[in-house]
Structure formats: C-alpha cells, structure tokens
C-alpha cells in the first residue's frame, strides 16, 4: 500500500493521478487527507481515503497502518506549527511500521538559507533518528510560486519582488509531482537522496520579458526594498507567515540560494522539465 498524506492538495493530488497513470492499482493506494469529503472522486476512482489530521496524532496511526511506503508531504502553515506535525507524523510512520518513507523537503536543505528550510532541517533530523527505511525528494522552487498570480500581474503590467537580478532554477509542481511517483514506484529506494530543481534558471526581469511577449502587453519588473514588498502583501491581505516566507525567499534568491541546478529531476522523468515559457502560457490560460 502506499500512503500519500495532503492527498486533497494540489501536490499530493497529482503524485496520485501519477501513481494510477503508472500503473499503480487504485486499491493499492491510499489518500491520507484532513477532510475525507473532498477526496470523494477520488474515491469513486477505487483509492481508499483515511482521516490524517496533523494535530491529531491518533488518526495518523490509524491512516499510516499497513503502509509499505508512505509520502510524507510537507504541511503548510507557521514554521513551529509545521516541525510539530512533521515529528508527530514520523513518529506515527515509526510505530506502525511504515516500510519507506518518502519526504517532499527542500533543495540543498543542510545548508539552504531559506528561513523554511529550518522546517526541513528538522525534519529529516526526525526521519533519521526514527531509523525508517527513508528517501529525501529535496525540491526547488515551484514555479508556479511566481507564475499563479501572473494574470494579475500582466493587468497591472509589473511583477513586484525582491529578488534582483538573482536566478530560480524551478520546476513546475507537475514535474516534481510526477517524479515523487517515478521514486514511489521504484524499489531499492531506501537512502536516496534526490536534489531537484528545473534544468534552467530565470529571473524575474526575465519572468516578465516572457510574460510581455505571449500576452503582447507591457510588463515590467519592478524590484522593490524588502519592507516595502512586505507592506504590499500584507495590504492584499496574506497571513503573516506567508509574507514573511515570501519576502524572505525573494531576498535570499537575489543572493543566489536557488540558482543552482542539478540533472536529478530530468533524470527522473525521463525528459527535460517544464520550461519557464511553457508555465507562462499555463498560467496565463488559466
């Protein structure tokens, strides 16, 4: 059985629809979720769906029984919340049994600067003393963290940030949806470590170069001083900790903390990974 926790999200929903176009039999996988009503199709697919509530532990035991290789998805939410559900989730994994687990961290995690990779840090510290059988799907940056509000943007005719000149080797959540599949459909997994990111890194003036030439409108880069980019997001009403997490991963991009890029993701999918052109399009479809 493989366990896949966050299965109502938009990552863990694709890792399932992966899973099945793989072949995996729908009775084979299980979607872990917080509200079972909104896996009602894929139920109706013939996967099982199991109450998993973070915040309550009890119900992880239950959702991770039987499991030979469980998806540990990262949560969302502020970062002390976040180590809390990790650890509770590992140590639910350690006392069932789980025989793989499988973690969505972040792309050079031991030494990322990123203020979220402390989250990630932690927890594959817990995965590892837990002695689970484990492998580490250590993900770049989606990007679609730039691309979702790109409509928006091509309106107003600016992208705003804070991050320079600097360069995001992405990947698109597709991408590294799929590859957590490829891994969760392979054996012999247990100490891989995959560090995966795009095979090109852009900036943001080049986000809106792109965005300009498909919609034929004037788009700019307008990059701003950390606080004031901070005051614009907290004016469109984000929560706190997602504007920190924003403003902060700007910054450290404008000092290079995700342009490297590695062939890991490629070499999973058996192909290149999504350009930045064709997410542009995606989006601006959307």
């Given at each position: 059985?493989?366990?896949?926790?966050?299965?109502?999200?938009?990552?863990?929903?694709?890792?399932?629809?992966?899973l099945?176009?793989?072949?995996?039999?729908?009775?084979?996988?299980?979607?872990?979720?917080?509200?079972?009503?909104?896996a009602?199709?894929?139920?109706?697919?013939?996967?099982?769906?199991?109450?998993?509530?973070?915040?309550?532990?009890?119900?992880?035991?239950?959702?991770?029984?039987?499991?030979?290789?469980?998806?540990?998805?990262?949560?969302t939410?502020?970062?002390?919340?976040?180590?809390?559900?990790?650890r509770?989730?590992?140590?639910a994994?350690?006392k069932t049994?789980?025989?793989l687990?499988?973690?969505?961290?972040?792309?050079g995690?031991?030494?990322?600067?990123?203020g979220?990779?402390?989250?990630h840090?932690d927890t594959?510290e817990?995965?590892?003393?837990?002695?689970?059988?484990a492998?580490?799907?250590r993900?770049?940056w989606y990007?679609e963290?730039?691309?979702?509000?790109?409509p928006d943007?091509?309106?107003?005719?600016?992208?705003?940030?804070?991050?320079g000149?600097g360069?995001?080797?992405?990947?698109?959540?597709?991408?590294?949806a799929?590859?957590?599949?490829?891994?969760?459909?392979?054996?012999d997994?247990?100490?891989e470590v995959?560090?995966?990111t795009?095979?090109?890194?852009?900036?943001?003036p080049?986000?809106?170069?792109?965005?300009?030439?498909?919609?034929g409108?004037?788009v700019?880069?307008?990059?701003?001083?950390?606080e004031?980019y901070r005051q614009?997001?907290?004016g469109?009403?984000?929560?706190d900790?997602?504007?920190?997490?924003?403003?902060?991963?700007?910054?450290?991009v404008s000092?290079?903390?995700?342009a490297?890029?590695?062939?890991?993701?490629?070499a999973l999918l058996?192909?290149p990974?999504?350009?930045?052109?064709?997410?542009v399009?995606?989006?601006?479809?959307?």
């Amino acid at each position: 059985m493989i366990v896949v926790t966050g299965a109502t999200g938009q990552f863990g929903r694709q890792v399932i629809e992966h899973l099945l176009q793989r072949g995996v039999p729908a009775d084979r996988i299980a979607a872990a979720v917080r509200t079972p009503a909104k896996a009602a199709d894929l139920a109706a697919r013939g996967v099982e769906i199991r109450l998993a509530d973070y915040e309550r532990p009890e119900t992880l035991l239950t959702a991770f029984d039987g499991a030979d290789k469980l998806l540990l998805v990262s949560s969302t939410g502020p970062d002390d919340a976040r180590i809390a559900q990790h650890r509770a989730a590992v140590e639910a994994a350690a006392k069932t049994g789980v025989g793989l687990i499988a973690y969505t961290s972040v792309t050079g995690a031991p030494t990322n600067p990123l203020g979220l990779a402390r989250v990630h840090r932690d927890t594959e510290e817990a995965i590892a003393d837990s002695g689970l059988p484990a492998v580490l799907l250590r993900n770049g940056w989606y990007t679609e963290n730039y691309t979702a509000t790109l409509p928006d943007a091509v309106a107003r005719g600016a992208i705003a940030g804070s991050a320079g000149q600097g360069r995001v080797a992405s990947a698109t959540r597709a991408d590294y949806a799929e590859a957590a599949a490829v891994v969760l459909t392979r054996d012999d997994q247990a100490g891989e470590v995959y560090d995966l990111t795009g095979d090109t890194a852009w900036s943001l003036p080049e986000l809106a170069a792109e965005a300009a030439a498909q919609s034929g409108r004037p788009v700019t880069y307008a990059d701003l001083p950390a606080e004031q980019y901070r005051q614009i997001l907290t004016g469109a009403g984000l929560p706190d900790f997602v504007t920190d997490l924003i403003v902060d991963a700007d910054v450290q991009v404008s000092h290079g903390a995700l342009a490297h890029v590695t062939t890991d993701l490629s070499a999973l999918l058996g192909r290149p990974t999504t350009p930045l052109s064709a997410a542009v399009t995606q989006a601006l479809a959307a």
